[in-house]
């Protein structure tokens, strides 16, 4: 049965529930998805058939009228909510002033009010330097063309589960789904990956008290001691929350060690904070939960809004290389720019503390389902960044992959747009604008997804 919580012809702020008026998709719906299969490369993995009209806050319209409450955020971009009034006006105000420049080869008020604004926020001491980009992959990129210039090694190290982006260099690093490998090799060589210390299912088969310490261990006793010496490598890049992987939460023993392995053998350590950045915490950045400064830090999604752009920040003593070592002809737009300076702002203002403070609150509640499905064996994550991870049996373990897919489409035909995540689970990360009242709805939802698969076993 569908859930109705609210009616509207259209999103708006007030609402707290979502209103699907037609069968998914709709005939609307239905006619674009068929233009889309014959021209659009079918590389795109579309969970389910949702055609976007307009959207609101923390709600999404439908071509066919049909109202969802999202708690995907386009795949955790939209941090201010669909369309925030600032960062329109923003975008507006600049694009009728100059679309485009180029910070490569000329300077704009905006690229430098933007890096004026990153190394206030970046937790790095000592001064921070931004090299601007258009997307997280091409930010990852950056850092690790950056490591090898500036330490003169070549070599790096990442993580299993890791997620880093689809172009070449970033995808060697990559280590989430092999699909996103397959047929694309030989990819960039000198990449090694150590386990991530999910303690919840140990890669190492250890317990949960010792697995972040072990995890580290295996890359002095493993690759250290059998496949690269320590002097030859550049960078470690890791997620402190990995996103792909599962929504994976880093202990933060693991992350704090992990910093002191790279200081001990010179190592540049750069966080990868692509999905968990920019307030989706309930911090600015994901790594400050564990008081660990890094090098570098790769930065994009939530950054702007939806506007398309990455930056990539470090020490300012490390990013010292010439000009013409590395640029990008789109990378910083002023249009892009000005969203991210009104985004940084409302984040600042209240969203970031609404991310932690309605964020536990959806936390409570997505635990105490728990109580009442077999199928949820972990509820994790920080902020409006959660993960619950869906098994077949909570002794074994078992992956609930199919299960999953069809938790997520039973919420999609309620209203409620999720993603998953890893192989099983399912992730929350709706706007930074989410409401306690939209929250609970997204809960309850979730609840009758669950028994609809469940009942179905």
Same mark, same amino acid.
Not at 70 to 94: E, F, L, W
Not at 110 to 138: C, D, H, K, Y
Not at 313 to 334: D, I, Q
């Given at each position: 049965?569908?859930?109705?919580?609210a009616?509207?012809?259209?999103?708006?702020?007030?609402m707290?529930?979502?209103?699907?008026?037609?069968?998914?998709?709709?005939?609307?719906?239905k006619?674009?998805?068929?233009r889309d299969?014959?021209?659009?490369?079918?590389?795109y993995?579309?969970c389910?058939?949702?055609?976007?009209?307009?959207?609101s806050?923390?709600?999404?319209e439908?071509?066919?009228g049909?109202?969802?409450l999202?708690c995907?955020?386009g795949i955790?971009?939209n941090?201010?909510?669909?369309s925030?009034?600032?960062?329109?006006?923003?975008?507006?105000?600049?694009?009728?002033?100059?679309?485009?420049?180029?910070?490569?080869?000329?300077?704009y008020?905006?690229?430098?009010r933007?890096?004026?604004?990153?190394?206030?926020i970046?937790?790095i001491?000592?001064?921070?330097?931004?090299f601007?980009?258009?997307?997280?992959?091409?930010?990852?990129?950056?850092?690790?063309k !950056?490591?090898?210039?500036?330490?003169g090694?070549?070599?790096?190290?990442?993580?299993?589960?890791?997620?880093?982006?689809?172009?070449?260099?970033s995808?060697?690093?990559?280590?989430?789904?092999?699909?996103?490998?397959?047929?694309?090799?030989?990819?960039?060589?000198?990449?090694?990956h150590?386990?991530?210390?999910?303690?919840?299912?140990?890669?190492?088969?250890?317990?949960?008290?010792?697995c972040?310490a072990?995890?580290?261990?295996?890359?002095?006793? #493993?690759?250290f001691?059998?496949?690269?010496?320590?002097?030859?490598?550049?960078?470690?890049?890791?997620?402190?929350?990995?996103?792909?992987?599962?929504?994976?939460?880093a202990p933060?023993?693991?992350?704090?060690?992990l910093?002191?392995?790279?200081q001990?053998?010179?190592?540049?350590?750069v966080?990868d904070?692509? #999905?968990?950045?920019m307030?989706r915490?309930?911090?600015?950045?994901?790594i400050?939960?564990?008081g660990v400064?890094?090098?570098?830090?790769?930065?994009?999604?939530g950054?702007?809004?939806?506007?398309?752009l990455g930056?990539?920040v470090?020490?300012?003593g490390?990013m010292?290389?010439?000009?013409?070592?590395?640029?990008?002809?789109?990378?910083?737009?002023?249009?892009?720019?000005?969203?991210?300076?009104?985004?940084?702002?409302?984040?600042?203002?209240?969203?970031?503390?609404n991310?932690?403070?309605?964020g536990?609150?959806?936390m409570?509640?997505?635990?105490e389902?728990?109580?009442?499905?077999?199928?949820?064996g972990?509820?994790?994550?920080r902020?409006?960044?959660?993960?619950v991870? !869906?098994?077949?049996?909570r002794?074994?373990?078992?992956?609930?992959?199919?299960?999953?897919?069809?938790?997520v489409?039973?919420?999609?035909?309620?209203?409620?747009?999720?993603?998953g995540?890893?192989?099983?689970?399912?992730?929350?990360s709706?706007? !930074?604008?989410?409401?306690?009242?939209?929250?609970?709805?997204?809960?309850?939802?979730?609840?009758?997804?669950?028994?609809?698969v469940?009942?179905?076993r």
């Amino acid at each position: 049965m569908e859930t109705k919580v609210a009616q509207a012809s259209r999103p708006v702020d007030t609402m707290t529930g979502p209103d699907i008026k037609t069968a998914l998709p709709g005939p609307r719906a239905k006619a674009l998805i068929e233009r889309d299969r014959s021209v659009v490369s079918p590389s795109y993995t579309r969970c389910y058939p949702l055609v976007i009209e307009r959207g609101s806050g923390a709600f999404v319209e439908d071509v066919d009228g049909n109202i969802f409450l999202d708690c995907a955020a386009g795949i955790a971009v939209n941090s201010t909510g669909h369309s925030h009034p600032a960062v329109v006006t923003a975008i507006t105000d600049q694009a009728q002033k100059f679309l485009h420049m180029s910070g490569t080869d000329f300077y704009y008020e905006p690229q430098v009010r933007l890096a004026e604004e990153m190394a206030a926020i970046a937790p790095i001491s000592g001064g921070v330097r931004t090299f601007f980009g258009n997307s997280g992959t091409e930010v990852v990129e950056a850092c690790v063309k !950056l490591a090898r210039y500036t330490t003169g090694r070549q070599n790096i190290i990442a993580f299993l589960g890791g997620f880093h982006g689809r172009t070449m260099g970033s995808l060697a690093l990559t280590a989430s789904k092999a699909v996103q490998r397959r047929g694309f090799g030989p990819l960039m060589p000198g990449v090694y990956h150590a386990p991530y210390a999910d303690c919840y299912r140990c890669p190492l088969g250890l317990n949960p008290e010792t697995c972040a310490a072990e995890c580290l261990g295996f890359i002095d006793d #493993q690759l250290f001691a059998h496949l690269v010496t320590p002097d030859e490598v550049a960078a470690i890049v890791v997620e402190p929350i990995q996103g792909e992987g599962g929504y994976v939460v880093a202990p933060e023993q693991f992350l704090q060690r992990l910093r002191e392995l790279t200081q001990k053998h010179g190592i540049l350590l750069v966080a990868d904070e692509v #999905q968990s950045g920019m307030g989706r915490s309930g911090k600015m950045f994901a790594i400050e939960y564990c008081g660990v400064e890094p090098d570098a830090m790769s930065i994009a999604k939530g950054i702007a809004s939806g506007m398309p752009l990455g930056v990539a920040v470090a020490r300012a003593g490390l990013m010292a290389w010439p000009p013409g070592a590395h640029a990008s002809t789109f990378g910083g737009n002023p249009v892009s720019c000005a969203a991210a300076l009104a985004t940084i702002k409302l984040l600042r203002d209240r969203l970031v503390a609404n991310a932690a403070e309605v964020g536990g609150h959806l936390m409570n509640g997505l635990r105490e389902l728990a109580d009442r499905h077999r199928l949820i064996g972990d509820v994790r994550g920080r902020g409006l960044m959660i993960g619950v991870e !869906l098994v077949r049996d909570r002794t074994t373990k078992e992956r609930a992959t199919d299960e999953r897919d069809k938790v997520v489409d039973a919420a999609f035909r309620r209203g409620l747009l999720l993603l998953g995540a890893g192989k099983n689970a399912v992730r929350f990360s709706p706007p !930074l604008v989410l409401t306690r009242e939209q929250a609970d709805v997204a809960v309850r939802i979730f609840d009758e997804a669950l028994a609809e698969v469940e009942r179905a076993r």
